[in-house]
């Protein structure tokens, strides 16, 4: 008699992957495919039962052996089954924006105040739930704040700007300086760059108050201890950003232009200048607010006022065809690669988004048809596959903007990239398709919870649908990755409104309340 047994076959070995760009989410290599392993009861090629001397005991001995090897078979070949799948989910365990295993609750560990949730938000990972942020303290003085998430407890504390009333008035509706990390998307910083200032600007129902700067300084810290690594004075008004080991801070201003410097971010030293003039009646200190640096791949993106320059990693300008970039368009960085992602609404054309080269190089530019799906788990098993939107489903080689694939579905809110699969949901369903094909292989209706995120724990499918007011309950709703079916729910505790995932931890959020919790 044959036993057939399904094993999965599936493995996922780590490399690193060779997208550009910082934030590139490492590859997992697929191995194998699914196979079928065919277990039998001795020799195959024995026709005849062998005839059993009389009285002889060694025949029952013998079916009994040949049994036990059977049921050892299958206990091995599951053993197999179950050490490689729990090798895979403990693989993805690792791949940005896959949630912690959940059980069958969610239970409250901790709760913030609304400051400490709006510091959560603009924290820098600093590795393992472990976050920095620029604070302001009750008396208005600043500094940056290493704190683990999990429990609340502090780490280590640097002082960066003296005590102000002013700013201790405005610690929930006022913005002045900022931190950035050396890390990518989804990575731990191991330096921690901050634009420390006095000066900033205070928020009201549709009013702005500003308070000048008497002090301004960019700071380097060390992330594991919060020692000064370096600082040097800039002038006030400047914006910051990180690309690779630069520190690079712009100014503008109606007798310099626009004038940004690449610094050393160890030491502070220059390493080049890019100088753009402007006409003075450009600048008044309201549109002074309405330009900033920022990474794009191995470049830096400089909007000023008027649409897009990019500047390679040596201060070269590179692009400048990108003026009328900011008209009509939207905006964006891919997280997995870095490279700077624009959408063109051209009323009566199709719309279409540009993934501009990760070294700025026009010649490397690649146009997709449609707006950007956003893929928020990518663990490398469909390398270079971009995902978008024009009534369907497109697949697109990001490299080349080959099209892979095109699926009749309608992609809304997000995706996510998992063994070879893409999931993602429609206004009515939840489908997982073949990544490489785009072959829907499954389908299941949306529950009444309604829409919401897709997310996974490595294990399973998820579905995060809010309760926006009190009079519903936000959930999780569990699916099986391989199938669909629907396999448990996970009521939000009471007083949470919505989960995300944030530096490694589950956050909940209240809509109608400032309450924030970290759960597990």
Known sequence: MAVTVTANENEYQYVPSDAAGPGTVPAMARRGD???????????????????????RRGPRWVAA?????????????????????????????????????????VVVREMSSVEGYDLWSAIEIGDARTATLTVAPDGSQSVEAVDQRTGAALWSTPLVGPSTERAATRENGSGGRCQGDGGWEEASTLLVCLATDGFVRYGNETEERFPATTTRVVVLDSGDGHVVAEWAVAHGSRLAVVG??????????QDGVVVVGHDVQTGDEQWRYREPVE?????????????????????????????????ETGALVRDDLREAGQDAGLGTDPVTGQLMISTYGGSSPTTTTLLAPDADPAGDVVLQGEPVRVTVDDGSLPGLTLTYRGHAYAWDRRTGEQLWEAKVQ???????????????????????????????WRTPLPVSGQGM?????????????????????????????????????????????????????????????????LE
């Open 245 to 254: 080991d630069l520190a690079v801070v712009g100014t503008r201003d109606a």
């Open 411 to 441: 992609p809304s809110y997000n995706a996510l990239i998992l063994r070879g699969r893409l999931y993602l949901t429609t206004s009515t369903e939840i489908a997982g398709l073949d990544g490489r094909t785009g072959e829907v292989l």
């Open 66 to 106: 040949g049994a036990v090897a059977v049921a050892l078979s299958l206990v091995g070949t599951q053993w197999v089954v179950d050490s490689r799948e729990a090798a895979a989910v403990a693989r993805l365990a690792s791949v940005a924006g896959v949630f912690p295993q959940l059980g069958d609750e969610l």
């Open 454 to 518: 897709l997310a996974t724990d490595g294990r399973d499918l998820m579905l995060l649908s809010s309760a926006y007011d009190d009079s519903g309950v936000g959930r999780v709703t569990v699916y099986d990755l391989g199938t669909g079916d629907e396999t448990r729910t996970i009521e939000f505790p009471p007083g949470v409104s919505d989960i995300q995932l944030m530096h490694g931890l589950l956050v909940g959020w209240s809509y109608t309340t400032d309450g924030i919790t970290v």
């Open 34 to 56: 699914m196979q079928e392993v065919e277990l039998l009861d001795g020799d195959e090629h024995v026709t005849e039962q062998p005839e059993t001397p009389a009285r002889s």
């Open 280 to 312: 003075a009646a450009d600048v008044t200190p309201t549109e002074q607010q309405d330009w900033g640096l920022f990474t794009a791949g191995d470049a830096v993106a400089l909007y000023d006022g008027d649409g897009y320059v990019v500047l390679s």
